[in-house]
């Protein structure tokens, strides 16, 4: 902490109130940057370099969680919610370092650098942090990608051709439809559900793309079961397996409209 005393009567520095508002517009990183500015004018400049690096590292942590958080649930936080937490926190702890030197320095009538310089370095500090993220979208390797688009285009292969059992259900006889289920069906669901554990293991998959995994796999064991279903209700030659079928079918609806 940084005692109050008149040694700052010839130095401009930047207010909590002004660091507040760059934090705001332009994360950690842009109250990091003001903190050791005004640590510098104070010729501790090592105590600056000290909280602009624990401005970075909060900065990636921040925003690093962002891409984790699924999208279900951010979109039910409101846009504002996370940067007013992190700027509060961050007013918090300039109050804690160096508030009473800000606050004496105040009222003593000493210079401030203003609101919009601050704010001004706020902006810079948010389009460093879209170029970041911007970089970030466009170095994950394309391999990735690729090897990813492989997998999906063999699991709509076999999603398509254990699907054409439907147009042959009220047209086949009993014994072509179980070995469609038997040679088709179950196998390329099987399959399935190997290809969404195989893209699960491919190395830096976007979060957007695991979160989908998550859901074609639901998709596949449904679509498995629901073959199973069938070939239960053909071999037993009874309704009693309509209700599960009907739940899983279902089931199934809602998985689809969520994957868009």
């Known amino acids: ?148 688009d492989a997998e999906m285009e063999q699991f709509t292969k076999n999603e398509e051709a254990s699907l054409v059992f439907y147009d042959h259900l009220n047209t086949e006889e009993n014994e072509t439809l179980l070995n469609e289920i038997d040679n088709i069906a179950i196998p390329k669901w099987k399959e399935n559900i190997e290809i969404i554990n195989r893209t699960n293991s491919i190395e830096d998959l976007p979060s957007e793309l695991v979160e989908q995994n998550k859901k074609l796999l639901r998709y596949a064991k449904l679509r498995l079961e629901a073959f199973k279903l069938f070939k239960n209700l053909i071999i037993h030659e009874t309704d009693n397996y309509n209700i599960e079928l009907n739940r899983v079918h279902n089931e199934i609806d809602v998985v689809i409209q969520s994957l868009y």
């Open 1 to 148: 902490m940084i005692e109050p005393n008149n040694s700052t009567k010839d130095l401009k520095l930047y207010s909590q109130k002004s660091i507040g508002l760059a934090s705001f517009i332009g994360g950690p990183l842009a109250a990091g940057y003001l903190i050791k500015e005004n640590y510098k004018a104070l010729n501790q400049a090592e105590k600056g370099k000290t909280a602009f690096i624990i401005s970075i590292i909060a900065t990636l942590i921040i925003f690093g969680s962002l891409y984790v958080i699924p999208e279900s649930i951010m979109d039910k936080i409101p846009n504002m919610i996370i940067p007013a937490i992190y700027t509060g926190i961050i007013y918090l702890i300039v109050d804690k370092i160096q508030g009473k030197l800000l606050n004496n320095h105040d009222e003593n009538n000493y210079p401030f650098y203003s609101s919009w310089r601050a704010a001004g370095i706020g902006v810079i500090s948010l389009i460093i942090l879209i170029a970041i993220v911007f970089a970030s979208i466009f170095l994950i390797p394309d391999e990735v990608y690729d090897t990813y």
